[in-house]
Nanobody, 118 residues
């Protein structure tokens, strides 16, 4: 059973930086897209950034220019570098591995808390 383990969440002041990591405990064979989602208090989960198997990236408008998603396929790991953090970035951040071939399956991390103080 593959599990995703996240790390890097913390309390940081506005303007600061954090780097989130998410590693799979085992190998996932096939084509895998990866992404980061977040769920602010009292709100629904939303997509923050995604990266396809060939490295194409996509960002929510609210984080463009501040966050960078990257992946290390050899380590089955996805990263989210977050700079110029704002209080509205406060949320639980979840990583997602989406296996799209040869079958469809979603894997989720347990979530890591990011709190940005003003």
């Amino acid at each position: 059973q593959v599990q995703l383990v996240e790390s890097g969440g913390d309390l940081v002041q506005a303007g600061g930086s954090l780097r989130l990591s998410c590693a799979a405990s085992g190998s996932i064979f096939g084509v895998v897209h990866m992404g980061w989602y977040r769920q602010p208090p009292g709100n629904q989960r939303e997509l923050v950034a995604s990266i396809t198997s060939d490295g194409s990236t996509n960002y929510a408008d609210s984080v463009k220019g501040r966050f960078t998603i990257s992946r290390d396929n050899a380590k089955n790991t996805v990263y989210l570098q977050m700079n110029s953090l704002k209080p509205e970035d406060t949320a639980v951040y979840y990583c997602n591995f989406q296996l799209v071939w040869p079958t469809l399956r979603d894997y989720w991390g347990q979530g890591t808390q990011v709190t940005v103080s003003s």
